[in-house]
C-alpha cells in the first residue's frame, strides 16, 4: 500500500472557537472530539474526502503543542500518513537520513502505531506516519 493522508492536523488555541469555523462556515462534521491526557492535547477529527483535518489544542502550557503554538501561532502543525508497515516506511527513511522524534514507534488508545519525523529531515514539515493496513 502506497502512503495516503490520514489526516491533517492543525494547532488551535480554542477549539470551541475552530469547530464553529469549519462546522458552521465550511460544513464539515466533527466525526469525534475528545481530550488525549497521555499526548497532553485536545483533539477533535472532521473527515474531508479520504482524510480528515484533526484540530488539536494543548491542554496545558508545557506539551509540544503549547511552544508550536507560541513560537509559531496557529496553522498547520503536522501531516499524517497512512502507512501499512511502519518497520518497512522505516527502514526505506532511515536509509535515506531521515530522522525520527522519540525513535520509536509509539501506539495510540486504539492500539494503531504511530512516529513522527522531524522537521529537520523533512523540508521542515513534521510528518507522522500512521500504521493502518
Same mark, same amino acid.
Given at each position: 500500500?502506497?502512503?495516503?493522508?490520514?489526516?491533517?492536523?492543525?494547532?488551535?488555541?480554542?477549539?470551541d472557537?475552530?469547530?464553529?469555523?469549519?462546522?458552521?462556515?465550511?460544513?464539515l462534521?466533527?466525526?469525534?472530539?475528545r481530550?488525549?491526557?497521555?499526548?497532553g492535547?485536545?483533539?477533535? @477529527?472532521?473527515?474531508?474526502?479520504?482524510? &480528515?483535518?484533526?484540530?488539536?489544542?494543548?491542554?496545558?502550557?508545557?506539551?509540544s503543542?503549547?511552544? @508550536?503554538?507560541?513560537?509559531?501561532?496557529?496553522?498547520?502543525?503536522?501531516?499524517?500518513?497512512?502507512?501499512?508497515?511502519?518497520?518497512?516506511?522505516? &527502514?526505506?527513511?532511515?536509509?535515506?537520513?531521515?530522522?525520527?522524534?522519540?525513535?520509536?514507534?509509539?501506539?495510540?488508545?486504539?492500539?494503531?502505531?504511530?512516529? @513522527?519525523?522531524h522537521?529537520?529531515?523533512?523540508?521542515?514539515?513534521?510528518?507522522?506516519?500512521?500504521?493502518?493496513s
Amino acid at each position: 500500500m502506497k502512503p495516503s493522508i490520514h489526516h491533517i492536523a492543525i494547532a488551535v488555541r480554542d477549539m470551541d472557537a475552530a469547530l464553529t469555523l469549519y462546522t458552521q462556515a465550511l460544513g464539515l462534521e466533527v466525526s469525534a472530539r475528545r481530550q488525549v491526557p497521555e499526548e497532553g492535547v485536545e483533539i477533535a @477529527f472532521l473527515p474531508a474526502g479520504d482524510g &480528515e483535518i484533526e484540530l488539536i489544542r494543548p491542554l496545558d502550557t508545557e506539551n509540544s503543542v503549547a511552544r @508550536f503554538l507560541e513560537k509559531r501561532g496557529e496553522g498547520l502543525h503536522h501531516i499524517c500518513l497512512r502507512v501499512s508497515s511502519i518497520e518497512e516506511a522505516l &527502514e526505506r527513511l532511515r536509509r535515506a537520513g531521515v530522522k525520527t522524534v522519540g525513535g520509536e514507534p509509539r501506539t495510540n488508545a486504539a492500539g494503531r502505531r504511530y512516529i @513522527f519525523l522531524h522537521p529537520l529531515s523533512t523540508r521542515g514539515v513534521l510528518i507522522e506516519l500512521y500504521e493502518e493496513s
